[in-house]
């Protein structure tokens, strides 16, 4: 199973990661990786150089960031590769202890539907 976990970041806190933790994840990244267990990960560009597509009565519009309203925005990601949910949520845990007691963030851990292949009907010609 495949897990999206999102991190929720406070953009205007001020944190900025020390050279520290960069070699922290750096490693955290290289270990989960070759362990199979991590599939993708990025950080994100902050909100102010970022756009969101609205879609509403069946007419989009385009709002240009920084999204001021929100507290909290997503300001990174991983997709992860687990057995199940707490197994999600244990490889979740590592990636938000190595930024240690100085930081507050969260994740949210979602499951990724996958394709049910089996059940997909091809046409045909």
């Given at each position: 199973?495949?897990?999206?976990?999102?991190?929720?970041?406070?953009?205007?806190?001020?944190?900025?990661?020390?050279?520290?933790?960069?070699?922290?994840?750096?490693?955290?990244?290289e270990e989960m990786t070759k362990a199979g267990v991590l599939?993708?990960?990025?950080?994100?560009?902050?909100?102010?150089?970022?756009?969101?597509?609205?879609?509403?009565?069946?007419?989009?519009?385009?709002?240009?960031?920084?999204?001021?309203?929100?507290?909290?925005?997503?300001?990174?990601?991983?997709?992860?590769?687990?057995?199940?949910?707490?197994?999600?949520?244990?490889?979740?845990?590592?990636?938000?202890?190595?930024?240690?007691?100085?930081?507050?963030?969260?994740?949210?851990?979602?499951?990724?539907?996958?394709?049910?292949?089996?059940?997909?009907?091809?046409?045909?010609?």
């Open positions: 199973m495949r897990f999206l976990s999102m991190v929720r970041i406070n953009e205007n806190s001020g944190m900025q990661p020390s050279e520290q933790l960069m070699a922290d994840m750096g490693r955290l990244i599939l993708d990960t990025a950080r994100l560009r902050p909100t102010a150089e970022g756009v969101r597509v609205k879609l509403r009565s069946g007419q989009t519009s385009v709002v240009d960031g920084p999204f001021t309203e929100s507290k909290e925005v997503i300001g990174g990601y991983a997709v992860v590769k687990a057995d199940s949910m707490d197994e999600a949520v244990e490889l979740t845990r590592r990636f938000l202890l190595t930024h240690g007691p100085e930081w507050e963030i969260e994740c949210e851990v979602r499951q990724l539907e996958e394709p049910d292949f089996a059940n997909l009907q091809c046409g045909t010609a």
